[in-house]
């Protein structure tokens, strides 16, 4: 099982991502868990992929 590793989607190296999780705080691991969905939430949009071979 992989998780957490960099992918061409989310890359945990990168200085936006890194910076974005920098400003996730919270007293416990559930209260940083739902700082970082709040925070995800009203920064980002969701992107949707199609197969490489689907004409668009």
């Known amino acids: 099982m992989k998780t957490l590793e960099a992918t ?3 890359d945990w190296g990168h200085p936006l991502v890194a910076r974005l999780a920098a400003q996730v705080r919270g ?3 559930r ?3 739902i700082a970082a969905h ?3 939430a009203a920064r ?3 992107v949707y992929a ?3 071979s ?3």
Request: hydrophobic share 55%; net charge positive; proline share 10%.
């Open 38 to 40: 709040r925070l995800i």
């Open 50 to 52: 199609q197969a490489a």
């Open 44 to 46: 980002l949009r969701p």
């Open 54 to 56: 689907a004409r668009v």
């Open 8 to 10: 061409p989607i989310l």
């Open 31 to 33: 209260a940083r868990l």
């Open 27 to 29: 007293a416990d691991d």
